[in-house]
């Protein structure tokens, strides 16, 4: 069997590992074998809370929506049946947005949800 000599291939895999470990404490940015673990951990956790940020932000756009829609005489789940009722796609994102910055609009379109209910009820 031939003998191998990785010349340059092992240096680089162990630079590009080395790379992505700077700025880290200790070892962890200077020797091989803990960088790579701190890396693949880190690798990890920014996969899985990629993931995770997309559910946290769609929280905090519904707490706020929540906050906005009791201080108009409604719940939540009462105002969004209201804007699906009267044809209103507004995403919570927006919807959330408006509470926070605008909340004359945002009472504007509770106001059309409220008698999108009321009409439908009736």
């Not at 929280?59 to 009462?78: D, E, F, Q, T």
């Not at 509470?99 to 009472?107: E, L, M, Q, R």
């Amino acid at each position: 069997m031939p003998r191998v000599k990785r010349g340059t291939k092992r240096r680089d895999r162990r630079d590009k590992v080395l790379k992505l470990a700077s700025g880290y404490w200790g070892a962890k940015s200077r020797l091989h074998r803990y960088a790579k673990q701190a890396v693949e951990r880190a690798l990890v956790y920014s996969y899985r809370d990629r993931k995770a940020r997309k559910r946290d932000f769609r929280r905090l756009w519904i707490v706020r929506i929540n906050a906005a829609a009791r201080l108009n005489g409604m719940s939540y789940s009462v105002l969004m049946t209201g804007l699906k009722s009267a044809g209103i796609g507004l995403d919570r994102k927006s919807l959330a947005d408006l509470a926070v910055t605008d909340p004359g609009a945002f009472s504007d379109i509770a106001g059309k949800a409220q008698t999108a209910l009321a009409s439908r009820a009736s």
